[in-house]
C-alpha cells in the first residue's frame, strides 16, 4: 500500500489535488484522504503490487508530499 503523511509544507488544497490529478480520484475522495493525512497524521492513499505502489509512492515524492510503501500486513503504523 502507499501511505501518505502529513507535512508543514503543503497546503490542503495542493494535497487534494494531487489526489484528484494522479490517482484520478473524484473531489469527495481526494477531500476524505487529504482530512486523513492533515487530521491523522497519514491515509492509505492506494493499494495493488508492489511495482505499483513503488511507482505511486515515487510519484508522491515528486509532487512534494512524503509518503511511504508498505506492504499491507504490516498495518499503517510508521
Known amino acids: 500500500m502507499?501511505?501518505?503523511?502529513?507535512d508543514p509544507v503543503n497546503l490542503m488544497s495542493y494535497v487534494t489535488y494531487?489526489?484528484?490529478?494522479?490517482?484520478?480520484?473524484s473531489r469527495a475522495k481526494a477531500e476524505k484522504l487529504m482530512l486523513e493525512v492533515h487530521e491523522q497524521g497519514?491515509?492509505?492513499?492506494?493499494?495493488?503490487?508492489r511495482e505499483e505502489m513503488e511507482r505511486d509512492t515515487a510519484a508522491m515524492h515528486s509532487f512534494g508530499l512524503w509518503a511511504a510503501c508498505r506492504r499491507s500486513d504490516q498495518g499503517d503504523a510508521p
Open 2 to 6: 502507499t501511505i501518505v503523511f502529513n
Open 18 to 25: 494531487v489526489f484528484q490529478s494522479y490517482f484520478n480520484y
Open 42 to 49: 497519514r491515509s492509505v492513499v492506494a493499494s495493488g503490487t
